[in-house]
Structure formats: C-alpha cells, structure tokens
C-alpha cells in the first residue's frame, strides 16, 4: 500500500484540503511515478514509519507517553521523501527535503522521531545532527529526540543506546546524534549521514547548512531535512531557500534532488474569510492542534496588529515582518527584476544617505520609465567594521559583499569617494544620468563639493517630519502597487523592513529605526530622499523623459 497514493487521492477527491504549491509538487510526484527515470519504492519510507509507530512516544502534554501514531501527511512524507530512487543507481533521488508548516502541528516531534529512526536503522559510524540557529533551539531538539529515546524501554537499553553531555551514541555500531547551531565554535570534521534543520527560519545565513552540506560530500546517499515555519528575517536562509523551491515548484529550475513540501495558504483573504481552508497550513489541524486556538487567536488578531502579524506568519506560514514595521512584507516584497542594459541612456533622480563615517551608508538612481519606477541601489562600509557589523545586525554582509552589492572601502571609515565614483560608473558605463541628487547636509560639505566639481547637481534635503513626511507616504502607496522595481535587492528590502514610521500630532510621518539602533534603514532613507527630490523638479523631470 502506498501512503503517497492514498494522500493525492484524498487530497483529489477534496476530503483534505491543500495549497496549490503543496498540490503542484504531488501531481508531479504521481506523474514520477511512471518516470522510466525513477524507481519507487516504499519500503524505505515503510520501515521508518514502522519504527516510529512501534518503538516512539510523545513526551509533551497532552500526549506524554502515547504512542507515536503517525498521520497520513506524515506517511505520504516520509514515503515520498525515501522511497523514489535513482533508475540508473539506485541510489535515493532526493537528498534534500524542506518542510515548511505552522506552529503547533507537531514538528519537533515528527524531527525527533526520524533522527531517532535513523540512529537505529542507519549502517554503523554515521553522525545523525539536529541542527538550528541558536545552541537553545538546537538542544530543544536533542532533548525531545532523548525524552523520546528515555520514553522507550527497548530504545534505552544502554546496550543500543547511550547519552552522555556531548550526544547520543551506540555502543553497538558508533552511530551518534550531535548538536549543530550557527554558534557551535567547531563546524568541521562530522560525519553526517542525516541532518535535520529545525526553526530555520531564524537563520540569517546558510554556515549550518553548509557545514552540513560539506561534510556529506563522501555519500552517496546524503540527507538533509529542512523542517520549519514561516519567519520575520528578511533575506535569510529560509528566505533564500523558499525562493529556490518556489521556482522549482513553477517550472523555472530544475532540480531533481531536492523535495519541498509546504504547507501554506493561498492568500490572506482566504485566512480571514473560510476556516475550512486552514489546513492548506495546518495538516494536523483537529488531531494535534486544536480549532479552538485558532479561532481564538483570529478573534484577537482582527483588532489586533501584533497578533494578526504573529497568526499569519507563524499559524499560515504567510511572511510578515516585525509588529511596528512601516510596511508589510507584502507591501515592500517584489521579485520582479531588470536588466541594466534596458536602463541605458535614461535620466534619473538620486538620492544618498551617507549615514556616520563607520557604518553603512547607501545611494540609490531612481528612473521612472513605462509607468513603473526602477531603483538601483548601491551600498558602501568600511573594510575593518564589516565582521562587527555583520555580528551585530545579523545579516550577511561578506554574501553581499561577494553578490556586488557593497563596496568596501579601506579602513574602518568610508570613503565618500567610492560613492562619487559609483555615480560616475552609471554615466560613463550606463549612460544613466542624474539630473539631481538629494543629500542629508549634516557632515557632507567637503563630498558635495567634490560631486559638484564632476558636475552633478545636488540638492539639499534635511532628514525631518515636514521634509520627508510626503514622499514617504508617497513610496509607501507606490510599494504597495508594486510600481517600483529594486531588482529585488536584499539589502534594501532589510532596510525597508527595519523601518518604523514615526507619527507626529498631525500625521506627519518619517522614518525611525525599528526596536533597535543596530536596525539600518540607510537603504530607505536614500529612498525617500529621492522622492523628496522628485517632488520638487517633477514637471521638470518629466518634461524630460518625454
């Protein structure tokens, strides 16, 4: 019997209700099926849900004790995730599978119970890692997968089992089950057969997944399982992640190796306005989280902003940033991208925010064209300050450094020089001419002298309430419209999604840093600074472009 076959019937005949991603990746797998390339076979998949069933127990209220009773999202996974094979080898196709489902739906046990799965059934001398992003989280895993190895007798029989402050380990075979967190000081040197991720979501870069990835590069049938939910980190590794799997799920890559299976809803509207759609999100929904609870917490989050961000990032995996943000990550979030060379000989707005001499400082061009606004960003920091900035705002400034996305410069001051050159590369290079460029006049007088003697053109905008108030509003409704165009850079999308708007007694607004003065914003600042300069030589810019 395939439990895959019977969850897409069931799925098919509408007795369980699925997002279209979820539904889009098992009409290919039925179709795989029938590839001559694949082979399918359930019995891998069959074994570790026999395991499971026979040997786990739950080891949290109100289940602490039960036995493990998998559900029929959790087969058709499991028997998905191991049972298709290579035709040519026979070796497992997928080596990597990603898991994306709301809070409470039994997770971090369904990840416990395959790494002990594997523990025991794997061949001997394999380390088997639960890995996360801080040390707390990754122990919160190690010490669910022990609870449920202590909650056995068979399982804890120390002639299979043992733990000690380091791992868990057979004395039989030298299998083990290690920790992993962006923290560990040692990432080097394991063995890893199979690596679960949990709570990936608050990973800002991808150094656990890599060390993992790495040290599988001797196997010939590696895994890795991705089991998250959504999250609030803007441009992080699940960020990155999804994005991938998503193109994979429409046809735009292909990638054999990789499974995702997400849980998600299909719009906001939907969350809101019909109940029976929340198990797109949650497949447990009933048995192991209750309907109660969510109709609870969609009460409070309808007269409630922070509730409603948390419910729908963490209950229905939509993305959300922080409570508080200016915009939503539905606002500001567009994929859509450019080419330079379409922007050639274009007349441009600019706009800079060169923040203090240590920290990050942004210019941005600004072309309006075809109705839409096209924003091209650039970013500079110093050389020395960059390991300290990216330990503090936990981003990954060395990643965009390598993407071109920043510019260091020497030293641990900036040197606004490099900003006027990046100016003068889009005229010379781009043919993309700035008729004016807006600047903050606090600690700029020597560089705009220097930007004028190349000939630009530069005006002055003073960061307060009544000077950027309007145009803030104004890019706000042009975000929400998807009019502008950023080539879906991911430092100025963090930056719009650190930024706060800061309301005086009259409505004003102008931005502020959200929660935290690590929080940088200099991306959006240079924004609206632009703005601010468009509204002054509108007709005149316009006249222009016709």
């Not at 889009?24 to 797998?29: A, K, Y």
């Not at 799965?117 to 040390?135: M, P, Q, R, W, Y």
């Not at 022990?146 to 399982?155: D, I, V």
Request: some cysteine; proline content about 3%; charged content about 25%.
């Amino acid at each position: 019997m395939s439990y895959l076959l019977e969850y897409i019937d069931e799925i098919e005949s509408g007795r369980i209700v699925v997002g279209r991603e979820l539904k889009t990746v098992l009409e290919s797998l039925k179709s795989d099926l029938s590839n001559p390339d694949y082979v399918y076979d359930e019995r891998p998949g069959q074994l570790r849900i026999d395991f499971i069933e026979k040997f786990c127990r739950h080891t949290k209220s109100p289940f602490n004790g039960m036995p493990f009773k998998l559900e029929l999202w959790e087969k058709a996974f499991l028997e998905a995730s191991y049972g298709f094979k290579m035709a040519g080898t026979g070796f497992r196709r997928f080596n990597e599978v990603l898991l994306l489902i709301a809070r409470k739906n039994g997770k971090t046990t369904f990840v416990a119970a395959i790494d002990l799965a594997e523990f025991f059934l794997s061949s001997g001398g394999v380390d088997i890692i639960c890995a996360s992003n801080t040390n707390e989280q990754a122990s919160i895993l190690f010490e669910e997968i022990n609870n449920m190895r202590e909650q056995s007798k068979a399982l804890r029989n120390e002639k299979r089992s043992r733990k000690n402050i380091f791992c868990i380990y057979s004395p039989k075979n030298k299998n083990k089950i290690k920790k992993l967190s962006a923290q560990s000081r040692n990432k080097d040197g394991y063995n890893i057969e199979v690596g679960c991720i949990d709570e990936a979501h608050e990973m800002t870069d991808d150094v656990v997944y890599n060390a993992i990835k790495q040290s599988q590069s001797t196997k010939q049938e590696p895994l890795i399982f991705i089991i998250t939910t959504e999250g609030t980190t803007v441009d992080g590794f699940l960020d990155s992640k999804l994005e991938y799997c998503r193109k994979m799920i429409k046809g735009e890559i292909t990638d054999i190796h990789i499974l995702p299976w997400l849980y998600t809803q299909d719009s906001v509207d939907e969350v809101f306005e019909d109940p029976s759609t929340w198990t797109k999100s949650n497949p447990s929904l009933g048995n192991i989280k209750l309907v109660s609870y969510l109709d609870d917490v969609m009460n409070k989050a309808r007269n409630d902003l922070s509730t409603r961000v948390t419910m729908l990032c963490k209950d229905f995996n939509i993305k959300q940033l922080d409570s508080g943000s200016w915009l939503t990550y539905q606002d500001l979030n567009n994929e859509e991208k450019y080419n330079l060379d379409d922007l050639k000989d274009s007349y441009a707005i600019g706009g800079v925010d060169l923040s203090s001499t240590t920290d990050l400082t942004a210019a941005v061009l600004l072309i309006i064209k075809n109705g839409k606004k096209y924003v091209i960003p650039h970013f500079f920091m110093p050389s020395e300050v960059l390991a300290q900035r990216a330990s503090e705002d936990g981003v990954p400034y060395q990643l965009w450094v390598k993407k071109g996305l920043i510019t260091l410069t020497d030293g641990n001051q900036n040197d606004f020089s490099l900003v006027t050159n990046w100016f003068l590369e889009n005229v010379r290079k781009h043919q993309i001419r700035p008729l004016w460029i807006g600047y903050d006049p606090w600690q700029s007088q020597y560089w705009v002298k220097e930007m004028e003697d190349q000939g630009f053109t530069m005006e002055k905008v003073r960061q307060g309430v009544y000077t950027l108030s309007e145009p803030m509003k104004q890019l706000e409704a042009d975000l929400k419209n998807k009019l502008i165009i950023y080539n879906n850079d991911p430092i100025l999308k963090w930056c719009l999604s650190n930024t706060q708007a800061k309301i005086d007694v009259n409505g004003n607004i102008q931005p502020s840093k959200l929660n935290s003065k690590l929080r940088r914003i200099d991306g959006t600042v240079a924004l609206i600074i632009a703005y601010a300069v468009l509204n002054r030589f509108k007709n005149d810019y316009e006249n222009m472009i016709r």
